[in-house]
Protein backbone atom coordinates (compact mmCIF):
# COMPACT_ATOMS: atom_id res chain seq x y z
CA UNK A 1 0.00 0.00 0.00
CA UNK A 2 2.96 2.28 0.51
CA UNK A 3 4.79 1.83 -2.46
CA UNK A 4 2.08 1.56 -4.42
CA UNK A 5 0.47 4.78 -2.66
CA UNK A 6 -2.85 3.50 -2.11
CA UNK A 7 -4.35 4.50 0.70
CA UNK A 8 -6.57 2.28 2.72
CA UNK A 9 -7.45 0.69 6.16
CA UNK A 10 -6.28 -2.88 7.36
CA UNK A 11 -8.34 -3.84 10.48
CA UNK A 12 -7.23 -6.35 12.53
CA UNK A 13 -9.05 -8.91 14.59
CA UNK A 14 -8.16 -8.74 18.25
CA UNK A 15 -10.52 -9.69 21.20
CA UNK A 16 -11.52 -8.48 24.80
CA UNK A 17 -9.11 -10.83 25.97
CA UNK A 18 -6.40 -8.33 25.19
CA UNK A 19 -7.63 -5.90 26.77
CA UNK A 20 -7.98 -7.43 30.37
CA UNK A 21 -6.56 -10.88 31.24
CA UNK A 22 -8.45 -13.80 30.68
CA UNK A 23 -6.84 -16.16 33.65
CA UNK A 24 -8.16 -19.52 32.16
CA UNK A 25 -6.15 -18.50 28.82
CA UNK A 26 -3.10 -16.68 29.62
CA UNK A 27 -1.48 -17.71 26.41
CA UNK A 28 -4.56 -16.41 24.22
CA UNK A 29 -4.84 -13.53 26.03
CA UNK A 30 -0.93 -12.33 25.62
CA UNK A 31 -1.18 -13.21 22.20
CA UNK A 32 -4.11 -10.82 21.40
CA UNK A 33 -2.81 -8.11 23.98
CA UNK A 34 0.11 -8.11 21.50
CA UNK A 35 -2.20 -7.65 18.29
CA UNK A 36 -3.55 -4.94 20.09
CA UNK A 37 -0.57 -3.06 21.37
CA UNK A 38 1.08 -4.00 17.86
CA UNK A 39 -1.69 -2.16 16.39
CA UNK A 40 -1.68 0.95 18.34
CA UNK A 41 2.14 1.21 17.45
CA UNK A 42 1.17 1.40 13.90
CA UNK A 43 -0.48 4.52 14.10
CA UNK A 44 2.43 6.85 12.31
CA UNK A 45 1.53 4.79 9.11
CA UNK A 46 -1.20 7.29 8.63
CA UNK A 47 1.63 9.87 7.08
CA UNK A 48 1.44 7.07 4.17
CA UNK A 49 -2.21 7.11 3.97
CA UNK A 50 -2.35 4.00 5.55
CA UNK A 51 -4.90 3.35 8.79
CA UNK A 52 -4.35 0.18 10.77
CA UNK A 53 -7.09 -0.44 13.39
CA UNK A 54 -8.26 -3.60 15.74
CA UNK A 55 -11.40 -4.94 16.57
CA UNK A 56 -12.10 -6.31 20.26
CA UNK A 57 -15.10 -7.94 20.56
CA UNK A 58 -16.58 -9.86 23.70
CA UNK A 59 -17.69 -13.55 22.88
CA UNK A 60 -18.77 -14.36 19.45
CA UNK A 61 -21.35 -17.37 18.54
CA UNK A 62 -18.22 -18.99 16.23
CA UNK A 63 -16.63 -23.08 17.08
CA UNK A 64 -13.92 -21.55 19.50
CA UNK A 65 -16.48 -19.20 21.04
CA UNK A 66 -18.97 -22.42 21.78
CA UNK A 67 -15.99 -23.92 23.76
CA UNK A 68 -16.63 -21.29 26.46
CA UNK A 69 -18.61 -22.12 29.65
CA UNK A 70 -21.59 -20.87 29.40
CA UNK A 71 -22.15 -19.46 32.38
CA UNK A 72 -18.30 -17.21 31.59
CA UNK A 73 -20.23 -16.31 28.39
CA UNK A 74 -24.01 -14.96 30.31
CA UNK A 75 -21.92 -13.08 32.70
CA UNK A 76 -20.70 -10.32 29.95
CA UNK A 77 -24.25 -10.40 28.38
CA UNK A 78 -24.17 -13.27 26.10
CA UNK A 79 -22.69 -13.65 22.79
CA UNK A 80 -22.18 -10.46 20.66
CA UNK A 81 -24.34 -10.74 16.71
CA UNK A 82 -22.17 -10.68 14.06
CA UNK A 83 -23.58 -8.05 13.20
CA UNK A 84 -22.17 -6.03 15.29
CA UNK A 85 -18.60 -7.10 14.14
CA UNK A 86 -19.60 -5.85 10.99
CA UNK A 87 -20.74 -2.72 12.13
CA UNK A 88 -17.98 -2.46 14.42
CA UNK A 89 -15.32 -2.95 11.10
CA UNK A 90 -17.42 -0.02 8.64
CA UNK A 91 -16.91 2.31 12.29
CA UNK A 92 -13.28 1.83 11.87
CA UNK A 93 -12.97 2.06 7.79
CA UNK A 94 -15.51 4.78 7.69
CA UNK A 95 -13.88 7.14 10.18
CA UNK A 96 -11.09 8.09 8.80
CA UNK A 97 -9.83 10.08 11.93
CA UNK A 98 -9.10 6.70 13.28
CA UNK A 99 -5.38 5.17 13.03
CA UNK A 100 -4.03 2.57 15.56
CA UNK A 101 -7.51 2.45 17.15
CA UNK A 102 -8.75 -0.20 19.23
CA UNK A 103 -12.40 -0.24 19.24
CA UNK A 104 -14.24 -2.41 21.89
CA UNK A 105 -17.54 -4.15 21.40
CA UNK A 106 -19.90 -5.50 24.70
CA UNK A 107 -23.25 -6.29 24.64
CA UNK A 108 -23.03 -4.55 28.34
CA UNK A 109 -21.54 -1.33 26.97
CA UNK A 110 -22.04 -1.45 22.85
CA UNK A 111 -19.33 -0.07 21.02
CA UNK A 112 -16.11 2.31 22.62
CA UNK A 113 -12.93 2.98 21.95
CA UNK A 114 -9.78 2.31 24.33
CA UNK A 115 -8.49 3.73 26.21
CA UNK A 116 -10.19 6.47 27.09
CA UNK A 117 -8.83 10.14 26.73
CA UNK A 118 -8.74 9.96 30.02
CA UNK A 119 -6.63 6.97 30.60
CA UNK A 120 -4.22 8.35 27.00
CA UNK A 121 -3.00 11.41 29.29
CA UNK A 122 -1.47 9.06 31.87
CA UNK A 123 1.03 8.23 29.20
CA UNK A 124 1.13 10.87 26.79
CA UNK A 125 4.45 13.31 26.91
CA UNK A 126 2.43 16.07 26.60
CA UNK A 127 -0.90 15.30 28.33
CA UNK A 128 -2.28 19.03 29.01
CA UNK A 129 -2.47 19.87 25.23
CA UNK A 130 -5.16 18.95 23.26
CA UNK A 131 -4.87 17.70 19.89
CA UNK A 132 -6.70 21.20 19.01
CA UNK A 133 -4.27 23.81 20.35
CA UNK A 134 -2.42 23.83 16.68
CA UNK A 135 -5.28 25.59 14.67
CA UNK A 136 -3.99 27.58 11.94
CA UNK A 137 -5.40 31.15 11.92
CA UNK A 138 -7.63 31.02 9.00
CA UNK A 139 -9.83 33.77 9.94
CA UNK A 140 -9.99 37.77 8.75
CA UNK A 141 -7.95 40.19 10.95
CA UNK A 142 -9.91 41.79 14.36
CA UNK A 143 -10.71 45.73 14.07
CA UNK A 144 -9.69 46.47 17.56
CA UNK A 145 -12.08 48.62 19.01
CA UNK A 146 -11.74 51.38 21.53
CA UNK A 147 -14.75 50.36 23.22
CA UNK A 148 -17.21 47.44 23.81
CA UNK A 149 -20.30 46.52 24.74
CA UNK A 150 -21.17 43.93 27.47
CA UNK A 151 -24.40 42.62 29.73
CA UNK A 152 -23.59 43.41 33.58
CA UNK A 153 -25.53 42.61 36.42
CA UNK A 154 -26.41 45.77 38.43
CA UNK A 155 -29.13 44.40 40.77
CA UNK A 156 -29.71 40.66 42.19
CA UNK A 157 -33.15 39.39 40.88
CA UNK A 158 -34.32 36.51 38.93
CA UNK A 159 -35.63 39.04 36.68
CA UNK A 160 -33.01 39.10 34.29
CA UNK A 161 -33.84 41.89 32.63
CA UNK A 162 -34.36 43.63 35.55
CA UNK A 163 -31.01 42.45 37.10
CA UNK A 164 -29.17 43.38 34.14
CA UNK A 165 -27.83 46.78 32.02
CA UNK A 166 -26.13 47.05 28.58
CA UNK A 167 -23.10 49.26 29.00
CA UNK A 168 -20.31 50.13 26.99
CA UNK A 169 -16.89 50.54 28.15
CA UNK A 170 -13.15 51.15 27.47
CA UNK A 171 -11.04 47.86 25.65
CA UNK A 172 -8.01 47.66 28.12
CA UNK A 173 -4.94 46.91 26.33
CA UNK A 174 -2.84 45.92 26.31
CA UNK A 175 -3.64 42.31 27.45
CA UNK A 176 -2.41 40.56 30.75
CA UNK A 177 0.54 38.28 31.00
CA UNK A 178 -1.11 34.97 31.17
CA UNK A 179 -4.61 36.17 29.60
CA UNK A 180 -6.26 36.11 26.29
CA UNK A 181 -8.51 38.84 24.61
CA UNK A 182 -11.61 37.06 23.18
CA UNK A 183 -13.89 38.39 20.18
CA UNK A 184 -17.48 36.59 20.85
CA UNK A 185 -18.54 35.81 17.60
CA UNK A 186 -21.54 33.44 19.72
CA UNK A 187 -23.02 33.00 22.88
CA UNK A 188 -25.20 30.42 24.67
CA UNK A 189 -28.62 31.26 26.82
CA UNK A 190 -28.97 29.01 29.76
CA UNK A 191 -31.45 28.37 32.20
CA UNK A 192 -29.21 29.07 35.01
CA UNK A 193 -28.68 32.57 33.77
CA UNK A 194 -31.51 33.67 36.48
CA UNK A 195 -30.11 31.92 38.86
CA UNK A 196 -26.99 33.81 38.22
CA UNK A 197 -28.48 37.28 37.95
CA UNK A 198 -29.80 36.71 41.42
CA UNK A 199 -26.71 36.11 43.25
CA UNK A 200 -27.38 32.08 43.64
CA UNK A 201 -23.88 30.59 42.55
CA UNK A 202 -22.19 32.63 44.82
CA UNK A 203 -20.95 31.86 48.58
CA UNK A 204 -21.82 33.53 51.36
CA UNK A 205 -24.54 35.51 53.10
CA UNK A 206 -26.72 38.38 50.90
CA UNK A 207 -24.35 41.58 52.01
CA UNK A 208 -20.92 39.54 50.78
CA UNK A 209 -22.56 38.24 47.58
CA UNK A 210 -24.31 41.92 47.00
CA UNK A 211 -20.97 43.23 47.23
CA UNK A 212 -19.35 41.74 44.14
CA UNK A 213 -21.94 43.95 42.13
CA UNK A 214 -21.46 44.75 39.48
CA UNK A 215 -20.40 42.00 37.99
CA UNK A 216 -20.48 40.55 33.98
CA UNK A 217 -23.42 37.99 32.75
CA UNK A 218 -23.04 35.05 30.81
CA UNK A 219 -21.30 31.57 31.34
CA UNK A 220 -20.45 30.57 27.65
CA UNK A 221 -19.48 31.54 24.02
CA UNK A 222 -17.07 30.68 21.07
CA UNK A 223 -15.38 33.21 19.48
CA UNK A 224 -11.53 33.97 18.00
CA UNK A 225 -8.43 35.18 19.85
CA UNK A 226 -8.06 38.83 19.21
CA UNK A 227 -4.97 38.79 21.28
CA UNK A 228 -2.59 37.29 24.11
CA UNK A 229 -0.75 38.32 26.98
CA UNK A 230 3.15 37.98 26.86
CA UNK A 231 3.50 35.02 28.85
CA UNK A 232 0.88 32.89 26.15
CA UNK A 233 2.38 30.65 23.90
CA UNK A 234 0.21 27.47 23.62
CA UNK A 235 -2.22 29.61 21.96
CA UNK A 236 -2.44 31.90 18.92
CA UNK A 237 -3.80 34.88 17.40
CA UNK A 238 -6.84 34.21 15.23
CA UNK A 239 -7.49 30.63 16.64
CA UNK A 240 -11.33 29.91 17.27
CA UNK A 241 -12.24 28.64 20.98
CA UNK A 242 -14.96 28.01 23.13
CA UNK A 243 -15.15 29.04 27.26
CA UNK A 244 -16.95 28.82 29.77
CA UNK A 245 -15.89 31.86 31.95
CA UNK A 246 -18.42 34.77 33.35
CA UNK A 247 -18.87 37.60 30.89
CA UNK A 248 -19.75 35.50 27.79
CA UNK A 249 -22.79 38.35 26.99
CA UNK A 250 -20.04 40.55 25.68
CA UNK A 251 -18.44 41.59 22.10
CA UNK A 252 -14.81 41.06 23.72
CA UNK A 253 -13.71 39.34 26.99
CA UNK A 254 -10.19 38.67 28.35
CA UNK A 255 -9.88 35.59 30.38
CA UNK A 256 -6.82 33.43 31.41
CA UNK A 257 -5.66 31.67 28.61
CA UNK A 258 -5.64 28.31 30.42
CA UNK A 259 -9.21 28.15 30.68
CA UNK A 260 -9.93 28.53 26.56
CA UNK A 261 -10.58 25.38 24.91
CA UNK A 262 -9.76 25.33 21.31
CA UNK A 263 -12.20 24.24 18.72
CA UNK A 264 -12.14 23.80 14.94
CA UNK A 265 -14.74 26.27 14.16
CA UNK A 266 -16.49 29.23 16.20
CA UNK A 267 -20.14 27.94 15.36
CA UNK A 268 -22.99 28.26 17.20
CA UNK A 269 -23.38 24.59 17.24
CA UNK A 270 -20.34 24.46 18.91
CA UNK A 271 -21.69 26.46 21.61
CA UNK A 272 -24.64 23.96 22.04
CA UNK A 273 -22.10 21.27 23.18
CA UNK A 274 -20.40 23.77 25.94
CA UNK A 275 -22.82 23.80 29.37
CA UNK A 276 -25.59 21.69 27.45
CA UNK A 277 -23.41 18.93 25.64
CA UNK A 278 -20.73 18.69 28.29
CA UNK A 279 -23.44 18.45 30.80
CA UNK A 280 -25.56 15.94 29.43
CA UNK A 281 -22.00 13.94 28.13
CA UNK A 282 -19.96 13.71 31.43
CA UNK A 283 -23.42 13.63 33.59
CA UNK A 284 -24.98 10.21 32.05
CA UNK A 285 -20.81 8.64 32.46
CA UNK A 286 -19.89 10.06 35.55
CA UNK A 287 -23.19 10.53 37.56
CA UNK A 288 -25.21 8.12 36.21
CA UNK A 289 -22.69 5.49 35.59
CA UNK A 290 -24.70 4.90 31.98
CA UNK A 291 -23.78 1.41 30.38
CA UNK A 292 -26.29 -0.05 27.97
CA UNK A 293 -28.75 -1.71 27.65
CA UNK A 294 -31.00 0.50 30.13
CA UNK A 295 -34.24 2.11 30.28
CA UNK A 296 -32.77 5.90 29.96
CA UNK A 297 -35.58 8.42 31.07
CA UNK A 298 -34.78 12.32 29.75
CA UNK A 299 -37.20 15.30 31.08
CA UNK A 300 -37.71 18.26 28.98
CA UNK A 301 -36.14 16.78 26.13
CA UNK A 302 -36.40 18.71 23.49
CA UNK A 303 -34.18 21.32 25.05
CA UNK A 304 -30.49 22.28 25.03
CA UNK A 305 -29.13 19.56 27.30
CA UNK A 306 -31.99 17.21 26.65
CA UNK A 307 -31.51 17.02 22.73
CA UNK A 308 -27.90 15.52 23.85
CA UNK A 309 -28.78 13.26 26.30
CA UNK A 310 -31.83 11.55 23.89
CA UNK A 311 -28.64 11.10 21.44
CA UNK A 312 -25.83 10.20 23.73
CA UNK A 313 -28.01 7.94 25.44
CA UNK A 314 -29.16 6.13 22.09
CA UNK A 315 -25.53 5.64 20.71
CA UNK A 316 -24.62 4.03 23.85
CA UNK A 317 -27.27 1.24 23.07
CA UNK A 318 -30.22 2.17 25.27
CA UNK A 319 -33.94 2.53 24.87
CA UNK A 320 -34.25 6.46 25.23
CA UNK A 321 -37.71 7.82 26.71
CA UNK A 322 -38.76 11.33 26.20
CA UNK A 323 -40.77 14.03 27.75
CA UNK A 324 -41.94 17.31 26.16
CA UNK A 325 -45.00 19.36 25.83
CA UNK A 326 -46.25 19.94 22.34
CA UNK A 327 -46.46 18.24 18.71
CA UNK A 328 -43.37 20.08 17.10
CA UNK A 329 -40.64 19.25 20.10
CA UNK A 330 -42.00 15.51 19.89
CA UNK A 331 -41.71 15.11 16.38
CA UNK A 332 -37.96 16.82 16.81
CA UNK A 333 -37.53 13.90 19.43
CA UNK A 334 -38.58 11.27 17.26
CA UNK A 335 -35.81 12.42 14.55
CA UNK A 336 -33.19 12.71 17.18
CA UNK A 337 -33.47 8.69 17.94
CA UNK A 338 -35.99 8.71 20.82
CA UNK A 339 -37.53 5.23 21.45
CA UNK A 340 -40.69 6.83 23.11
CA UNK A 341 -41.88 10.46 23.00
CA UNK A 342 -43.99 11.39 26.01
CA UNK A 343 -46.10 14.46 25.08
CA UNK A 344 -47.52 16.04 28.40
CA UNK A 345 -50.30 17.38 26.63
CA UNK A 346 -51.93 14.62 25.61
CA UNK A 347 -50.61 11.93 27.82
CA UNK A 348 -49.81 11.36 31.36
CA UNK A 349 -46.21 11.17 32.14
CA UNK A 350 -47.02 9.30 35.04
CA UNK A 351 -49.34 6.64 33.12
CA UNK A 352 -47.46 6.36 30.74
CA UNK A 353 -44.16 4.46 32.72
CA UNK A 354 -46.51 3.05 34.99
CA UNK A 355 -47.89 1.13 31.86
CA UNK A 356 -45.30 0.34 29.42
CA UNK A 357 -42.23 0.37 32.16
CA UNK A 358 -43.54 -1.62 35.27
CA UNK A 359 -40.19 -2.51 36.47
CA UNK A 360 -39.16 1.11 36.70
CA UNK A 361 -36.38 3.45 34.77
CA UNK A 362 -33.26 2.39 35.41
CA UNK A 363 -31.24 6.03 34.50
CA UNK A 364 -33.26 9.63 34.39
CA UNK A 365 -31.51 12.30 33.50
CA UNK A 366 -33.93 15.34 35.18
CA UNK A 367 -33.79 19.20 34.21
CA UNK A 368 -37.73 20.08 35.47
CA UNK A 369 -37.42 19.26 39.78
CA UNK A 370 -40.95 20.23 41.44
CA UNK A 371 -43.78 17.79 41.04
CA UNK A 372 -41.22 16.63 38.10
CA UNK A 373 -38.76 14.92 40.62
CA UNK A 374 -41.51 13.31 42.11
CA UNK A 375 -42.76 11.53 39.73
CA UNK A 376 -38.94 10.55 38.00
CA UNK A 377 -38.30 9.18 42.01
CA UNK A 378 -41.07 6.93 41.83
CA UNK A 379 -40.56 5.86 38.28
CA UNK A 380 -37.12 4.32 39.47
CA UNK A 381 -35.69 0.94 39.47
CA UNK A 382 -34.06 -1.10 41.58
CA UNK A 383 -30.65 0.43 41.67
CA UNK A 384 -31.34 3.21 39.29
CA UNK A 385 -29.33 6.28 38.85
CA UNK A 386 -31.90 9.96 39.14
CA UNK A 387 -28.99 12.56 37.90
CA UNK A 388 -30.57 15.94 39.01
CA UNK A 389 -28.88 18.65 36.39
CA UNK A 390 -31.40 21.46 37.74
CA UNK A 391 -35.05 22.22 38.57
CA UNK A 392 -36.14 24.94 36.01
CA UNK A 393 -39.49 24.81 37.03
CA UNK A 394 -38.40 26.50 40.42
CA UNK A 395 -36.43 29.13 38.74
CA UNK A 396 -39.38 31.52 37.69
CA UNK A 397 -41.50 31.78 41.25
CA UNK A 398 -43.00 34.78 42.68
CA UNK A 399 -39.44 35.00 44.46
CA UNK A 400 -37.03 33.43 42.66
CA UNK A 401 -35.60 29.85 43.09
CA UNK A 402 -36.23 28.29 46.85
CA UNK A 403 -35.33 25.29 47.94
CA UNK A 404 -38.21 22.30 48.11
CA UNK A 405 -38.40 19.74 50.38
CA UNK A 406 -38.78 16.11 49.07
CA UNK A 407 -40.52 14.25 52.38
CA UNK A 408 -39.49 10.44 52.51
CA UNK A 409 -36.17 10.72 50.07
CA UNK A 410 -34.14 8.73 52.58
CA UNK A 411 -36.78 5.98 52.55
CA UNK A 412 -37.58 5.76 49.07
CA UNK A 413 -34.07 5.49 48.09
CA UNK A 414 -32.78 2.99 50.74
CA UNK A 415 -35.72 0.63 49.82
CA UNK A 416 -34.16 0.23 46.27
CA UNK A 417 -30.63 0.81 46.42
CA UNK A 418 -31.19 3.94 44.22
CA UNK A 419 -28.83 6.70 43.62
CA UNK A 420 -29.66 10.78 43.25
CA UNK A 421 -26.90 12.78 41.81
CA UNK A 422 -26.49 15.89 42.08
CA UNK A 423 -24.18 17.27 39.15
CA UNK A 424 -22.73 20.41 38.85
CA UNK A 425 -20.63 20.94 35.44
CA UNK A 426 -18.17 23.40 37.19
CA UNK A 427 -16.72 20.55 39.07
CA UNK A 428 -15.75 18.52 36.05
CA UNK A 429 -13.72 21.17 34.33
CA UNK A 430 -10.87 18.57 33.81
CA UNK A 431 -12.90 16.44 31.94
CA UNK A 432 -14.44 19.29 29.53
CA UNK A 433 -11.78 19.06 27.09
CA UNK A 434 -12.14 15.60 26.46
CA UNK A 435 -15.95 15.10 26.08
CA UNK A 436 -16.22 18.45 24.14
CA UNK A 437 -13.54 16.42 21.58
CA UNK A 438 -15.92 13.29 21.72
CA UNK A 439 -18.96 15.32 20.63
CA UNK A 440 -17.45 17.29 18.29
CA UNK A 441 -15.93 14.45 16.67
CA UNK A 442 -19.67 12.65 16.44
CA UNK A 443 -21.12 15.94 14.61
CA UNK A 444 -18.76 15.91 12.47
CA UNK A 445 -19.55 12.32 11.51
CA UNK A 446 -23.05 12.45 11.31
CA UNK A 447 -23.37 10.76 14.39
CA UNK A 448 -25.11 13.74 16.78
CA UNK A 449 -27.14 16.12 15.35
CA UNK A 450 -27.39 19.84 17.14
CA UNK A 451 -30.35 21.87 17.11
CA UNK A 452 -30.35 24.86 17.30
CA UNK A 453 -33.68 27.26 18.04
CA UNK A 454 -34.63 29.36 14.90
CA UNK A 455 -35.46 32.23 16.63
CA UNK A 456 -32.88 34.67 15.93
CA UNK A 457 -31.47 36.89 18.50
CA UNK A 458 -28.80 39.68 17.39
CA UNK A 459 -26.14 41.71 19.53
CA UNK A 460 -25.53 42.08 22.63
CA UNK A 461 -28.96 43.84 23.81
CA UNK A 462 -31.09 41.22 22.21
CA UNK A 463 -29.39 38.76 25.64
CA UNK A 464 -32.64 39.58 27.62
CA UNK A 465 -34.77 38.74 25.25
CA UNK A 466 -33.42 35.43 24.42
CA UNK A 467 -33.66 34.43 28.18
CA UNK A 468 -36.89 35.39 28.76
CA UNK A 469 -37.47 33.30 25.29
CA UNK A 470 -35.74 30.41 26.98
CA UNK A 471 -37.75 30.56 30.18
CA UNK A 472 -41.06 30.78 27.84
CA UNK A 473 -40.92 26.75 27.36
CA UNK A 474 -41.12 27.71 23.37
CA UNK A 475 -37.49 27.15 22.48
CA UNK A 476 -36.35 23.55 20.49
CA UNK A 477 -33.07 23.13 20.94
CA UNK A 478 -30.27 25.52 22.08
CA UNK A 479 -30.76 29.12 22.13
CA UNK A 480 -28.27 31.07 21.08
CA UNK A 481 -27.30 34.63 20.71
CA UNK A 482 -25.28 35.85 17.67
CA UNK A 483 -22.95 38.73 19.28
CA UNK A 484 -21.35 40.32 16.24
CA UNK A 485 -23.83 39.80 13.46
CA UNK A 486 -21.40 41.02 10.61
CA UNK A 487 -19.27 38.60 12.12
CA UNK A 488 -21.39 35.80 12.07
CA UNK A 489 -22.05 36.12 8.48
CA UNK A 490 -18.59 36.60 7.74
CA UNK A 491 -17.65 33.27 9.22
CA UNK A 492 -20.76 31.55 8.26
CA UNK A 493 -19.39 31.74 4.56
CA UNK A 494 -15.90 30.75 5.62
Known amino acids: MRSQKKPGVIINIGSAAGLYPMIFD ?7 GGVVMFTRSLIPLKRHGVRVNVLCPEFVQTNMGEQMGRRIVDSTGGYLKMEDIVNGAFELIQDESKAGACLWITNRRGMEYWPTPEEQRKYMVNPSKSKRTLTNNIYPSIQMPESFEKIVVHTLSHNFRNATRLERVRLRLPVEPHSALVKIIYAGVNASDVNF ?23 EGVGIVAAVGDSVNHIKVGTPVALMTFGSYAEFTQVPAKHLLPVPRPDPEVVAMLTSGLTASIGLEKAGQMTSGKVVLVTAAAGGTGQFAVQLAKLAGNKVVATCGGESKAEFLASVGADRVINYRNESIKDVLKKEFPRGVDIIYESVGGEMFDLCLNALAVHGHLIVIGMISQYQGESGWKPKNYT ?37 SGKLKVSLDPKKFLGVASVPDAVEYLHSGRSVGKVVVCIDPSYCQVAAKL
Not at 197 to 219: H, I, Q, V
Not at 412 to 426: R, W
Open 197 to 219: SSGRYFSGNPKETASRLPFDAGF
Open 26 to 32: PVYSATK
Open 408 to 444: GLCEKILAKSQTVAGFFLVQYAHLWQDHLDKLFDLYA
